[in-house]
């Protein structure tokens, strides 16, 4: 454990920013700006944002810097906002989480310092890169521009017909608000945190109706395509849904042809994080070949179900003549989706020579950190040697969105990290 805590790092590059934060770093920031929760269950309640939106049931809550000094408060809110101690028993990890992530959203309206504690953790890891994937939840302008704009199988008149409703001035004043999360985060963060390269993938949701996801899309694409911070898009949420499932073909679509409008945004998606026990064995089949040939996905998320899919030693195939890398989850694969160990298809990928990068996914919710990851990867794989994991993790700056410049200013940064370390720790 020591000698990865101490390890350099190349950087943490699949990582929610709304799953990353600590419990102790949500309350600070709750108790900062007056949020409230509800006791019985965990939830968050911002009563100025008017978070969560509609939340009626407001006569139970107590203000949550009532856990500076309720030990029983403090305890049933990390119980509730963490994956910590749950027994497995009374639900599955994956509705777990999801139900989890509902919970604590209210706090993400602050995200300036939900940024500035994530980067001052992965200071403390030694970690040169993060790249935070964030939203700004959709209020009421969007609401009203999709109540005015029907649907339209012609995505080029959707896309004009929703930016001329309303949502291109939505877009100038997300990129100006996420600007001003940025420039907080670099003011908050501790003197090691502020060295912290720190870049944004903006998400769209999978699992809600073709409309709305087409302009969370639309947004996310916009919004990456004008902010110099936002360095590509993804698509997040749970897979196995009932729109994120039947739709999943129509999705793809809708990323190839805003791919068309918009190339120079990179591309991240979330694909095959499913096993039989969550989806139907149908939707086991296509859902990363898809991302890469119809999605134009340059990195894939999770990629678990791998082995699941018709034809899966051509899509690792086109994986390798890409290169195209897969982000490794192994805490979250086995807390959301029970998959570990030697079932865990990180070693399919290594043998057939797709780039392999390990990250955190949500550490705060999970309880892990990338050096834990680093020691379960070892632990599951000694057989693996150093020089490969030294290769994974120079994998995260090398397949990362960022500029040529920046990339190689990065690496050469870590390089001689990793040299004079070795020299220390490894070389008599």
Same mark, same amino acid.
């Not at 008017?50 to 049933?76: C, E, K």
């Not at 639309?218 to 919004?223: D, Y």
């Not at 993804?234 to 990323?255: F, K, N, Q, R, W």
């Given at each position: 454990m020591i000698f990865f805590k101490e390890m350099p790092k190349g950087g943490d590059i699949h990582i929610h920013a709304s799953g990353a934060m600590h419990p102790d770093d949500i309350i600070n920031i709750s108790v900062r700006h007056g949020l409230f929760v509800n006791p019985d269950y965990g939830q968050l309640v911002d009563l100025?944002? &008017?978070?969560?939106?509609?939340?009626?049931?407001?006569?139970?809550?107590?203000?949550?810097?009532?856990?500076?000094?309720?030990?029983?408060?403090?305890?049933?809110?990390?119980?509730?906002?963490?994956?910590? /101690?749950?027994?497995?028993?009374?639900?599955?990890?994956?509705?777990?989480?999801?139900?989890?992530?509902?919970?604590?959203?209210?706090?993400?309206?602050?995200?300036?310092?939900?940024?500035?504690? +994530?980067?001052?953790?992965?200071?403390?890891?030694? #970690?040169?890169?993060?790249?935070?994937?964030?939203?700004?939840?959709?209020? /009421?302008?969007?609401?009203?521009?999709?109540? $005015?704009?029907?649907?339209? /199988?012609?995505?080029?008149?959707?896309?004009?017909?929703?930016?001329?409703? &309303?949502?291109?001035? #939505?877009?100038?004043?997300?990129?100006?608000?996420?600007?001003?999360?940025?420039? #907080?985060?670099?003011?908050?963060?501790?003197?090691?945190?502020?060295?912290?390269?720190?870049?944004? #993938?903006?998400?769209?949701?999978? *699992?809600?109706?073709?409309?709305?996801?087409? $302009?969370?899309?639309?947004?996310? *694409?916009? +919004?990456?395509?004008?902010?110099?911070?936002?360095? &590509?898009?993804?698509?997040?949420?749970?897979?196995?849904?009932?729109?994120?499932?039947?739709?999943?073909?129509?999705?793809?679509?809708?990323?190839?042809?805003?791919?068309?409008?918009?190339?120079?945004?990179?591309?991240?998606?979330?694909?095959?994080?499913?096993? &039989?026990?969550?989806?139907?064995?149908?939707?086991?089949?296509?859902?990363i070949a898809d991302a890469i040939t119809i999605g134009n996905a340059s990195r894939i998320g999770h990629g678990v179900a791998i082995q699941e899919e018709e034809g899966f030693e051509n899509t690792l195939a086109i994986m390798r003549e890409k290169d195209i890398p897969v982000e490794i989850l192994l805490t979250s694969n086995e807390q959301i989706l029970n998959i570990s160990g030697p079932e865990h298809p990180v070693i399919v990928y290594l043998s057939h020579d797709v780039p392999v990068i390990l990250a955190t996914d949500d550490p705060g919710v999970e309880c892990t950190n990338l050096t834990l990851e680093y020691v379960i990867f070892t632990l599951n794989h000694p057989d693996v040697s150093y020089n490969a994991i030294k290769e994974i993790n120079r994998n995260s700056i090398w397949y990362s969105f960022l500029p040529e410049d920046e990339k190689s200013e990065l690496l050469t940064r870590l390089d001689n990290s990793l040299d004079e370390f070795e020299k220390a720790i490894i070389l008599p």
């Open positions: 100025v944002t &008017g978070q969560p939106y509609n939340y009626t049931n407001t006569q139970h809550l107590v203000p949550v810097s009532g856990a500076y000094n309720n030990p029983t408060l403090y305890s049933d809110l990390v119980r509730s906002w963490t994956m910590k /101690d749950f027994p497995f028993t009374t639900q599955s990890g994956h509705d777990r989480f999801f139900n989890t992530c509902d919970l604590i959203d209210p706090v993400t309206y602050y995200d300036g310092d939900v940024y500035a504690n +994530i980067r001052d953790r992965a200071a403390d890891e030694n #970690i040169l890169y993060l790249v935070l994937m964030t939203s700004q939840t959709n209020g /009421d302008d969007v609401r009203k521009v999709l109540s $005015t704009v029907d649907w339209d /199988d012609n995505l080029s008149q959707l896309r004009d017909d929703l930016l001329h409703a &309303g949502l291109a001035e #939505i877009v100038e004043r997300k990129v100006a608000k996420h600007a001003s999360y940025d420039q #907080i985060s670099g003011e908050l963060s501790h003197p090691d945190g502020k060295n912290v390269t720190t870049r944004y #993938i903006y998400e769209a949701l999978r *699992f809600y109706p073709k409309k709305e996801v087409f $302009t969370d899309l639309l947004q996310a *694409f916009e +919004i990456a395509n004008k902010s110099p911070v936002i360095s &590509g898009i993804t698509l997040v949420g749970d897979e196995a849904a009932p729109y994120s499932a039947d739709d999943y073909h129509l999705h793809m679509d809708m990323i190839a042809y805003l791919h068309s409008v918009y190339p120079d945004v990179f591309i991240e998606l979330h694909a095959g994080e499913l096993t &039989g026990e969550i989806a139907e064995k149908k939707d086991l089949l296509f859902h």
